[in-house]
Structure formats: structure tokens, C-alpha cells
């Protein structure tokens, strides 16, 4: 069993800061990237940001400059700075993980269960 947990999310002011973690747990036997997507209300889920183990990113064009993403990957955990945060920015936020359980698996998709951020003055 593979479990993403996340947390960091809440409601904040335009402009304002938050960080969400993310922590893979359970049998991993390796993991090749985590990453960060985004849900907004009536809208389709959307990349945010990703990492890769070796350390490589990448970021939708509307993160870039404000969102950063980075690993620990003792922990197998990933984690998403968001600054100048803006109403627009309002979704829920989950978790994603390719990962292998054994040396023998196949690469893995997981999902968290969402956190929800919410940007409004």
C-alpha cells in the first residue's frame, strides 16, 4: 500500500504565502518524480509543477517566478512554496507520485487525497 499525504493548505490573503508538503509512504521501493496538480471549481485537474528524483522541474508557464518546487528524497517527500498568491490561485491541490513499490513493478501512478487552498481577502 502507497499513501500520499498532504498538508499546507488553508485560506490566505491575496498576495500572501503558503508551502505544501507532500510525504509518500508505505512499500516504495523507488521513486522517479512527485509532483503538484491543481483543481478548480468547474474546471479540469491541471499540472502545477513537478520534480523529478534527480532534481529536475518543471512548471506551467502561470507558476513560473511564484511557485517552487523541491524534494527530499530521504523522505520522499515534495514540497510546493507558493508566493503572490492570487484569487485565480484557488483550487484544490493534490498530490502525484510515479513511483516503483518493488524492483520488479511497473511504475506506479498515485494521487493524495486533495488540500485545499483557498486565496481571498
Known amino acids: 500500500q502507497v499513501q500520499l499525504v498532504e498538508s499546507g493548505g488553508g485560506l490566505v490573503q491575496p498576495g500572501g504565502s503558503l508551502r505544501l508538503s507532500c510525504a509518500a509512504s508505505?512499500?516504495?521501493?523507488?521513486?522517479?518524480?512527485m509532483g503538484w496538480y491543481r483543481q478548480a471549481p468547474g474546471k479540469q485537474r491541471e499540472l502545477v509543477a513537478t520534480?523529478?528524483?534527480?532534481?529536475?522541474?518543471k512548471y506551467t508557464d502561470s507558476e513560473k517566478g511564484r511557485f517552487t518546487i523541491s524534494g527530499d528524497n530521504a523522505k520522499n517527500t515534495v514540497y510546493l512554496q507558493m508566493n503572490s498568491l492570487k484569487p485565480e490561485d484557488t483550487a484544490v491541490y493534490y498530490c502525484?507520485?510515479?513511483?516503483?513499490?518493488?524492483?520488479?513493478?511497473?511504475?506506479?501512478?498515485?494521487w493524495g487525497q486533495g488540500t485545499q487552498v483557498t486565496v481571498s481577502s
Open positions: 502525484n507520485a510515479h513511483l516503483r513499490r518493488t524492483w520488479a513493478s511497473g511504475v506506479g501512478d498515485y
Open positions: 520534480i523529478t528524483s534527480g532534481g529536475s522541474t
Open positions: 508505505g512499500s516504495i521501493f523507488s521513486v522517479n518524480d
